[in-house]
Nanobody, 118 residues
Framework: QVQLVESGGGLVQPGGSLRLSCTTS????????MAWFRQASGKEREFVGY????????WYADFAQGRFTISRDNAKNTVYLQMDRLSPEDTAIYYC???????????WGQGTQVIVSS
């Protein structure tokens, strides 16, 4: 059984940073695409980015490019989302997901809330 558990969300001031974690069991993060999504209240879920088998195989949405970084610790079977220079527009529930391709995400975590506010 594959399970993903996100953590690290919380309240942060504009301009601040947070690092989210996605600890996975039942599937090695090194062998699958691992992605982050987010959904703000009243809005559709949007893609943040993903990391592939190679650590250099990453992709980010325009809003995340240059501010967010996805990384992976294979020994801990955990994927991270480092978020810098946060703004109130980044307030959302952040979800991690895993899949065999970038077009199909098989399993999802329960999400972690990020609130950017002064």
């Amino acid at each position: 059984q594959v399970q993903l558990v996100e953590s690290g969300g919380g309240l942060v001031q504009p301009g601040g940073s947070l690092r989210l974690s996605c600890t996975t069991s039942g599937r090695p993060v090194s062998n699958y695409y691992m992605a982050w999504f987010r959904q703000a209240s009243g809005k559709e879920r949007e893609f943040v980015g993903y990391i592939g088998w190679s650590d250099t195989n990453t992709w980010y949405a325009d809003f995340a490019q240059g501010r967010f970084t996805i990384s992976r610790d294979n020994a801990k079977n955990t994927v991270y989302l480092q978020m810098d220079r946060l703004s109130p527009e980044d307030t959302a529930i952040y979800y991690c997901a895993t899949g065999s391709t970038v077009a199909s995400w098989d399993y999802w975590g329960q999400g972690t809330q990020v609130i950017v506010s002064s």
